[in-house]
């Protein structure tokens, strides 16, 4: 699991990784005394601005931004795969996550092909548990219609490449939203230059190349886990 978030930078560090990022485009890994350099500041700064990000150290940061995979234990099925993704999981993301949507009075659910029914089923359970509007929809023209600048966009994604998601994030933040992608699969390519990413797992499906014919199942444990912590918030007394 890794979570990312853009949002929460500065103007300073926005600029760090705007040129660490044009910098590795041209060429391979940069050390973090090279990258304090570029970006004319100490590397105490860079070690800073890399956990704020949301990596744990330089070095993970790093093999992201390069498209190396995190080590992992490989799966010889389906169920192998989500007991790896369980026991890998840090559930405080969980707690984050229902943080986030509170600050929200609108929650728009996107998904395309089968993460749409992900989104439909979240959008489902969640109505009956909190006060915002939840809107589950399969295509950006409705989510960029019903966005505003109270409104938090999540995109429900196996693999997060689909590319009508730049048009719809964008629209979103001009409008004064806020976005976050949760991709299921680790997949170093797709880091956005604005709003929030969630990768639920360190690893690609190796059962299927092609996007609609991937597993969701991690997507509905997210969603059931987050369901079950609402409701424990919650309390009997309000049930």
């Known amino acids: ?61 790093m093999d992201f931004m390069c498209g190396k995979e995190i080590p992992r234990k490989e799966s010889s099925s389906e169920f192998d795969r989500i007991r790896n993704f369980m026991d890998e999981f840090d559930i405080s993301l969980i707690d984050k996550f229902i943080d986030l949507i509170s ?54 994604s196996a693999t997060g490449t689909y590319l009508s998601f730049d048009n719809v994030v964008q629209t979103v933040h001009e409008k004064g939203g806020q976005s976050l992608l949760i991709a299921e699969e680790y997949n170093p390519s797709i880091i956005p230059n604005e709003g929030m990413i969630y990768f639920l797992t360190n690893s690609s499906q190796t ?17 059931e886990e987050v369901i079950h912590t609402l409701l424990l918030r919650r309390g009997p007394a309000e049930e």
Do not use: W
């Not at 089923?121 to 939840?134: G, H, M, P």
């Open 207 to 223: 059962f299927t190349t092609v996007p609609y014919e991937k597993s969701r199942a991690v997507f509905f444990i997210f969603i």
């Open 1 to 61: 699991m890794l979570d990312i978030d853009i949002n929460n930078l500065n103007a300073l560090e926005k600029q760090i990784h705007e040129k660490i990022t044009a910098k590795l485009k041209q060429n391979g890994a940069l050390t973090i005394t090279q990258a304090a350099a570029l970006c004319d500041c100490s590397a105490s700064k860079i070690s800073k601005y890399v956990k704020k990000l949301g990596f744990q150290n330089y070095k993970q940061y």
């Open 103 to 156: 600050g929200y009075e609108k929650i728009i659910l996107l998904g395309y092909g089968p993460s749409r029914y992900c989104a439909q089923y979240f959008e489902f359970r969640l109505q009956l548990i909190i006060k915002q509007t939840v809107i589950a929809v399969a295509d950006d023209i409705s989510a960029r219609a019903l966005a505003d600048d109270k409104t938090l966009l999540i995109i429900f």
